[in-house]
């Protein structure tokens, strides 16, 4: 049988590695140029960089398995109540699930039977699907999503880290800047081509709040700096 993909399907990885990436190059870099902003020495802005990266993809991974794996066991929770109901009233299940498929524009027959054949192959399979809205595409893979985090945080935030490294102090600032801004341009791009979203909105809205979150990181490192001298 032919399966068509569709491009929600990728939405499982594809929500935790843009994630990852992203909040990779915008936290690591938003550190290293408030930092710099502080004029503290090269060495101390690289401890930085990798002290926010080593924390920041545990930090991910950690966030990224909490919380799907409460969403995974919501979901298991939920189908073993379904199951429950099926064992103890599987002809008012089906008549639910005829009720849904006449609300979805089906009538009355047509929905009886395909309820009948739905339910004969799989019953909670088919109640899973269309009365609790859980498929094969949304359901929850807490590992995966740690893993996917981790991984693209530390890629994201490696970045600006490398261009802090090959910079040195004197350019750190405004090359971590441009470096971050320009990935993030490209990331946000890459990730609405993939998902099947609009371009520009995408790009624009990434740009602009990481823009935010490091002209706010740098203004807090020069007030720093100024106190202490």
């Known amino acids: 049988m032919h399966r068509e993909p569709h491009s929600i399907e990728k939405i499982g990885w594809l929500r935790a590695a843009v994630l990852g990436a992203n909040d990779g190059i915008v936290s690591t870099a938003s550190l290293l140029i408030g930092v710099a ?8 802005i690289l401890l930085t960089g990798v002290a926010g990266l080593v924390a920041g993809a545990m930090s991910m991974a950690t966030g990224e398995y909490v919380s799907v794996s409460s969403q995974s066991d919501t979901e298991k929770a939920a189908l073993a109540e379904e199951q ?6 599987y002809q008012g299940e089906f008549h639910e699930l005829t ?6 524009g089906l009538d009355p027959a047509l929905a009886r039977q395909v309820a009948k054949q739905l339910m004969s192959h799989d019953a909670l399979g088919a109640h899973a699907r269309d009365e609790l809205g859980i498929s094969e595409i949304t359901t929850a893979r807490p590992l995966q999503a740690a893993w996917t985090s981790a991984m693209s945080f530390s890629a994201g935030a490696f970045l600006p880290l490398l261009v802090a490294i090959l910079a040195g102090k004197e350019w ?6 441009i470096a971050a801004l320009f990935s993030l341009a490209v990331l946000g791009g890459v990730a609405a081509k993939a998902g099947g979203a609009p371009l520009l909105p995408a790009v624009v809205r990434v740009t602009f709040w990481s823009a935010l979150a490091m002209g706010l990181s740098s203004a807090v490192g020069a007030i720093f700096s100024t106190l202490a001298n």
């Open 37 to 44: 902003s502080a004029n503290a020495s090269h060495q101390s």
């Open 84 to 89: 429950k109901e099926l064992d103890a009233d």
């Open 99 to 104: 009720s849904i498929y006449m609300s979805r």
């Open 172 to 177: 750190a600032l405004p090359s971590i800047a």
